[in-house]
T-cell receptor
Framework: DADVTQTPRNRITKTGKRIMLECSQTKGHDRMYWYRQDPGLGLRLIYYSFDVKDINKGEISDGYSVSRQAQAKFSLSLESAIPNQTALYFC???????????????FGPGTRLLVL | GQNIDQPTEMTATEGAIVQINCTYQTSGFNGLFWYQQHAGEAPTFLSYNVLDGLEEKGRFSSFLSRSKGYSYLLLKELQMKDSASYLCAGTGGYNKLIFGAGTRLAVHP
């Protein structure tokens, strides 16, 4: 079973609709992230959460909101979807390890969103 | 500012060696990651460098020079399955990653 799962995997919606993308993980990591990926732009951070009570805006949070329902669950909402939110969305998790400061992020399979 | 630069595309021949370069400028730099991403799939971790020098891991090696803000990923004995995008990412404070746009590598027979 995958350690980081995302639902739905594909979604088509219309402008103005509210949608939610969900992420669950079984890795036991405290830290979770939402990114979007657009061709030629790489991954950009939308929101991140270092524990259940901690939510932080990333580089491009406008038009998005998140909810950290539990350690294992982190949801991303588009309150009123617009066409330029069409992208591939990834959830990721991480946990600090030892003294090396290495904090590898592990990514879910992605959600492909199309806003018409 | 935060900036990661890497070439957009590269091509190479099966069995050959290819080097993918990355230059970075990130505040709060703690280390540099390389991820592999096949089309339509999730990025997967390849390597992490925090100290200067070369880290070797099988066919893949990664190099870091902190003074020059430079890294490269070296892929040896290329296989067709190595055709993918390779993402360079620098840590940008609070363990946030700043990703480059990725280098799309095409391996030809």
């Amino acid at each position: 079973d995958a350690d980081v799962t995302q639902t739905p995997r594909n979604r088509i919606t219309k402008t103005g609709k509210r949608i939610m993308l969900e992420c669950s993980q079984t890795k036991g990591h405290d830290r979770m992230y939402w990114y979007r990926q657009d061709p030629g732009l790489g991954l950009r951070l939308i929101y991140y959460s270092f524990d259940v009570k901690d939510i932080n805006k990333g580089e491009i949070s406008d038009g998005y909101s998140v909810s950290r329902q539990a350690q294992a669950k982190f949801s991303l909402s588009l309150e009123s979807a617009i066409p330029n939110q069409t992208a591939l969305y990834f959830c990721a998790t991480s946990d600090p390890t030892g003294d090396t400061n290495q904090e590898t992020q592990y990514f879910g399979p992605g959600t492909r969103l199309l806003v018409l | 500012g935060q900036n990661i630069d890497q070439p957009t595309e590269m091509t190479a021949t099966e069995g050959a060696i290819v080097q993918i370069n990355c230059t970075y400028q990130t505040s709060g730099f703690n280390g540099l990651f390389w991820y592999q991403q096949h089309a339509g799939e999730a990025p997967t971790f390849l390597s992490y460098n925090v100290l200067d020098g070369l880290e070797e891991k099988g066919r893949f090696s990664s190099f870091l020079s902190r003074s020059k803000g430079y890294s490269y990923l070296l892929l040896k004995e290329l296989q067709m399955k190595d055709s993918a995008s390779y993402l360079c990412a620098g840590t940008g404070g609070y363990n946030k990653l700043i990703f480059g746009a990725g280098t799309r590598l095409a391996v030809h027979p």
